[in-house]
């Protein structure tokens, strides 16, 4: 599967952002999805999961209540709404995949064990 984030752009401090990863080249609803980044010099961080039914998600806790996944699986679609950014939140956001044989599991956490990975798109918070 390709998949191809977008949405990432400057904004101010307390603003708000949607990132989105459109997947194409196989059966979108087969994987879990997960949004990661990585800051520069800082290792790569889980953002926030969300199972293939899109029922069940998971978040990182330095974006617990701030950050909201969800997917469109009629659109192959995952997208990652971030609400009260902070500089601390600046980095290159990636989604991944995860093949999963569940619907309502929730993909894990460690980069490593996901499928297939987007570029990334990089977001900016100024303070």
């Known amino acids: 599967v390709q998949l191809q984030a977008c949405g990432g752009g400057l904004v101010q401090a307390g603003g708000s952002l949607r990132v989105s990863c459109v997947a194409s080249g196989s059966t979108f609803d087969a994987y879990a999805m997960g949004w990661f980044r990585q800051a520069p010099g800082k290792e790569r961080e889980f953002v926030a999961g969300?199972?293939?039914?899109?029922?069940?998600?998971m978040y990182g806790n330095s974006v617990k209540g701030r950050f909201t996944v969800s997917r469109e699986n009629a659109k192959n679609t995952v997208y990652l709404q971030m609400n009260n950014l902070k500089p601390g939140d600046t980095a290159a956001y990636y989604c991944?995949?995860?093949?999963?044989?569940?619907?309502?599991?929730?993909?894990?956490?460690?980069?490593?064990?996901?499928?297939?990975w987007g570029p990334g798109t990089l977001v900016t918070v100024s303070s």
């Open positions: 991944a995949a995860i093949r999963i044989a569940f619907t309502i599991s929730i993909p894990s956490t460690e980069a490593t064990e996901y499928d297939y």
């Open positions: 969300i199972s293939r039914s899109g029922t069940r998600t």
